[in-house]
């Protein structure tokens, strides 16, 4: 095995559900699990979820749900996203359950001849997708002519709602317009993570929770679900005035002791936290972990670190730790390169191994 891998604890994965279930007033969760489940590995997390107890999963392409489909995957997947009409058939042949925001979708999906549960979705605010929110009776009617769609649920998606509770209240607002319009009898959603950690998931039947599954969200006792581990693959003692890696953006100072940990930016490491961002081990015999800076660039393959001291091959280092630490975690590396944990998350390179651990022992294995 390569010496370089994600570590994902279900445990970590089950304390997220069932804190933002709660949040959500026992609402029914929607787990999303698109782009790889937000670079964790969509398979082992979708199934754990299911196992938890998620109403279904949620993802952005067909092809994601495909792979949930041919890896045992029989509980509902809901397709995110304004479905083209050139995806209907996808949608029948993986049994998914399509967003609808146009009639030429409902044309192409009615025409299959096959019954199909569909979630209608409604523009109140995002500007991105969904039916306009005042059409919502014109819509019923329309949809009572598709002999083979059945509405299964009705939902709209937040603009802003980590930010600007004013527009979030405008859109709550505006989705229960929706919701006089079609009245009761639909599974209605609107929640994402901060929509269900801000508003109690609006009383509604279900929310849609991504990144705060994952736990890439600090302040609400949410808990990162990965770390990124590696063992260095070289460790020496340079002297004073050695430039380390390309564009030489790092010279020694003094003798130090420098390790080349085997990820980079092909990982998913990104190439911008150069000289800012930190790793951890923890010395032997030592209670606390040592904060060590990435020294030099980030490669694509590789990333040099500055120690206190030597230590062996078989040193394990967080690369990424399982918190919010502003220099260490996918929250940080976000934080200093201007993003969203968002996107380091889901740029988790799949050349990562991902092992799945459940009380502390190794369940799973993917890569
Ligand atoms: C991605 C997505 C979500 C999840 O959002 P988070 O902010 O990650 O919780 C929910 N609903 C829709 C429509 C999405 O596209």
């Given at each position: 095995m390569r010496p370089a891998w994600l570590e994902v604890s279900l445990d970590a994965l089950a304390h997220n559900f069932h804190l933002l279930k709660e949040k959500a007033n026992g609402a029914q969760v929607i787990g999303v699990v698109k782009a790889n489940a937000y670079g964790h590995g969509a398979v082992e997390i979708g199934k754990e979820l299911l196992r938890l107890g998620a109403w279904g999963l949620a993802v952005a392409t067909p092809q994601e749900a495909r792979a949930l489909r041919?890896?045992?995957?029989?509980?509902?997947?809901?397709?995110l996203g304004s479905l083209h009409p050139e995806q209907a058939q996808a949608v029948a042949e993986l049994e998914l359950i399509p967003s609808i925001s146009t009639l030429q979708s409902a044309e192409a999906l009615n025409a299959l001849g096959k019954p199909i549960p569909v979630h209608l979705e409604f523009d109140t605010g995002l500007g991105r997708s969904g039916f306009p929110v005042e059409e919502a009776h014109l819509v019923r009617e329309r949809f009572a002519q598709y002999e083979n769609l059945l509405i299964q649920g009705i939902y709209s998606h937040f603009a802003d709602a980590e930010e600007n509770a004013r527009w979030t209240e405008e859109q709550i607002e505006r989705f229960m317009e929706v919701r006089r319009a079609f009245g009761?009898?639909?599974?209605?959603?609107?929640?994402?993570?901060?929509?269900?950690?801000?508003?109690?998931?609006?009383?509604?039947?279900?929310?849609?929770?991504?990144?705060?599954?994952?736990?890439?969200?600090?302040?609400?006792?949410?808990?990162?679900?990965?770390?990124l581990l590696a063992?260095?693959?070289?460790?020496?003692?340079?002297?004073?005035?050695?430039?380390?890696?390309?564009?030489?953006?790092?010279?020694?100072?003094?003798?130090?002791?420098?390790?080349?940990?085997?990820?980079?930016?092909?990982?998913g490491i990104p190439r911008l936290v150069f000289n800012r961002a930190t790793v951890r081990y923890r010395p032997p015999g030592s209670a606390e972990p040592l904060a060590c800076p990435v020294v030099g660039r980030v490669s694509m393959d590789q990333i040099t670190v500055r120690?206190?001291?030597?230590?062996?091959?078989?040193?394990v280092f967080e690369v990424a730790t399982a918190d919010h630490d502003p220099t260490s975690s996918l929250w940080g590396w976000a934080e200093l390169t201007g993003t969203v944990s968002y996107e380091p998350a889901v740029r988790l390179s799949p050349r990562l191994a991902r092992v799945y651990l459940r009380g502390g022992v190794e369940v799973a294995r993917v890569g």
């Open positions: 041919e890896a045992g995957v029989v509980g509902r997947i809901l397709l009761p009898g639909y599974f209605y959603h609107l929640c994402n993570t901060a929509g269900t950690l801000g508003f109690g998931g609006c009383g509604l039947s279900a929310v849609r929770p991504g990144i705060g599954l994952y736990g890439l969200l600090p302040g609400w006792g949410l808990r990162p679900i990965a770390r063992k260095p693959t070289q460790v020496r003692k340079l002297p004073a005035g050695y430039r380390i890696g390309y564009g030489g953006l790092y010279t020694t100072q003094v003798e130090e002791w420098i390790a080349t940990l085997p990820v980079g930016y092909a990982d120690l206190p001291e030597a230590v062996g091959l078989d040193q």
